[in-house]
């Protein structure tokens, strides 16, 4: 069965864009920011685009990063941020 990205050209180039996170600087503030920054454009365009999808997509992408940086901690923690707020 096709997915919402496979069905949909747009929101498969969306999904790619968000596929891999910033790179990480070394700084740790600095990368936990991006990281929010990161989760708050996915938001938004899943919002937009009405394609809560993505996130499955962007997830295992990260998953099989095998990078754990400060970018990644703070991407889960704005999206845990996102959860609780019920947004």
């Avoid at 929101?11 to 596929?19: C, I, N, T, W």
């Avoid at 600087?25 to 809560?52: K, T």
């Amino acid at each position: 069965m096709p997915t919402q990205t496979q069905n949909n050209p747009s929101v498969a180039s969306l999904a790619a864009s968000f596929m891999a996170m910033p790179a990480a600087s070394g700084d740790y503030a600095a990368d936990n920011r991006q990281g929010h920054g990161h989760a708050d454009a996915l938001i938004e365009v899943m919002r937009d685009a009405e394609v809560p999808g993505l996130l499955g997509h962007v997830i295992k992408a990260v998953g099989a990063s095998g990078r754990w940086s400060g970018v990644e901690i703070g991407f889960a923690h704005r999206l845990a941020e996102y959860a609780l707020a019920g947004r």
